[in-house]
């Protein structure tokens, strides 16, 4: 892409080879990421004359579905891996 803007073209380059009944979600903010569900598109023109689309989520109560999964916000490199701390051995009952 060497645009710094996502193109219509773009994304549906990107969009072809995805499953066609896969749901469409909108991955928000990576402080907190969430999920969105995706309900419009609209085409409006800016002000400088160039039509830009304009993905939206869908009414506010059904719009949010919770947390976005982790291994979305990694892939996204929203956050980083998360791994388990080291275990460490169990003490026995006599305190040594």
Known sequence: MTSPEMTVGYLIDLLSGCDRSA??????????????????????????G????????????????????????????WQGPVHAPPRRPRRSAGGK
């Open 50 to 77: 160039r039509t830009v689309v304009y993905l939206a989520e869908g009414p506010a109560e059904k719009a949010q579905l919770g947390h976005l999964p982790p291994e979305v916000a990694v892939a996204l490199t």
């Open 23 to 48: 749901p469409v979600r909108l991955a928000m903010n990576p402080f907190f990421p969430m999920a969105h569900r995706l309900a419009q598109v609209v085409q409006p023109v800016d002000e400088t």
